[in-house]
């Protein structure tokens, strides 16, 4: 449904882009083909999915240049920001122009926005290792959350849904929200609060109504 979407005219010299021949057979949609015309699909959700991306992608750039080279938990989180960030604009743009993409392209776009979501998991929980073991301990946990992040990969890659993606990323905070509290960080407060609130929207987001249809 295009209903409430925002229409944007590509530039002139696009429209030679669009094959003559064979274009529906690929999937592009009509109204791609009719005049140069892309429709916005979900712009809250594209807008607000930007807006996180350029947070995230912030954040890592501040803590990278915060920290040393030697403080290797500091840098799993700005590896885990950064991808954060990533996945955020995939998803946006998934949601906002994804429908109008040929299917292979648009299921590989959504594919991606999971991928990056479980890589930015696995740099979470890289992070806390570097944390909280010893070096000679380390190797095996750093296995560990390999595996976990390759079978969540390939699980996406078989059944790409969201909920998958809240698992991974999901655990990884937790077993760091644990890990504050046990440790009596002082920001534990901050983290829980996080936490709760990631918590909150991804039960709203598989449970709760479809809110795109209305803006």
Not at 44 to 56: F, I, P, Y
Not at 62 to 72: C, E, K, M, S
Not at 122 to 140: H, N, Q
Not at 187 to 210: M, Y
Request: net charge positive.
């Amino acid at each position: 449904s295009t209903r409430g979407s925002v229409r944007v005219r590509r530039h002139q010299s696009m429209r030679c882009k669009v094959p003559r021949l064979g274009a529906r057979e690929r999937g592009i949609s009509d109204a791609t083909l009719a005049g140069g015309i892309m429709n916005i699909h979900e712009p809250g959700t594209l807008l607000s999915d930007l807006v996180l991306a350029a947070v995230s992608a912030t954040l890592a750039i501040r803590l990278r240049r915060a920290t040393g080279r030697d403080n290797t938990p500091a840098r799993g989180w700005v590896w885990t920001l950064a991808l954060a960030a990533t996945s955020s604009a995939l998803g946006g743009l998934s949601h906002g122009i994804g429908p109008e993409l040929p299917p292979r392209e648009e299921a590989l776009l959504w594919r991606a926005t999971l991928w990056t979501l479980s890589l930015a998991a696995g740099a979470m929980a890289w992070s806390l290792i570097d944390e909280l073991l010893p070096s000679a301990s380390r190797r095996t946990w750093r296995v560990v959350v390999g595996i976990k992040a390759a079978v969540f990969i390939g699980l996406t890659a078989i059944r790409p849904l969201f909920v998958f993606a809240i698992v991974d990323y999901g655990t990884a905070m937790l077993a760091w929200l644990a890990a504050s509290i046990v440790c009596g960080r002082a920001w534990r407060g901050w983290f829980a609060a996080g936490v709760a609130v990631s918590i909150l929207a991804a039960v709203v987001q598989q449970t709760g109504p479809d809110l795109a249809a209305y803006f």
